[in-house]
């Protein structure tokens, strides 16, 4: 099943040097999401939506947060 969009899906990657360390930004045009799930959204397999209304399993976010927390980043 698709997701029906009116815009093409766009992620923008950013990065700047803080003295010893690299900060580095992703941005994205999707849905976005309201700040009281930010948590929720982190765990694996959880959703906000249904199958149907967005296909996936509700793993991504959990695999790119442990990404960056296994390289010693973190979000503030």
């Known amino acids: 099943m698709e997701i029906p969009r009116k815009k093409p899906p766009r992620i923008t990657v950013s990065s ?20 009281q799930f930010a948590e929720r959204i982190f765990q694996p397999f959880q959703r906000l939506h249904t199958e149907e209304e967005y296909p996936g399993l509700g793993a991504g976010l959990a695999r790119v947060q442990w990404a960056v927390a296994r390289h010693g980043g973190g979000s503030e």
């Not at 700047?16 to 700040?35: C, F, K, M, Q, Y």
Request: aromatic share 4%.
């Open 16 to 35: 700047a040097r803080l003295g010893s360390e690299w900060e580095i930004a992703v941005t994205d045009n999707g849905i976005g999401l309201d700040p």
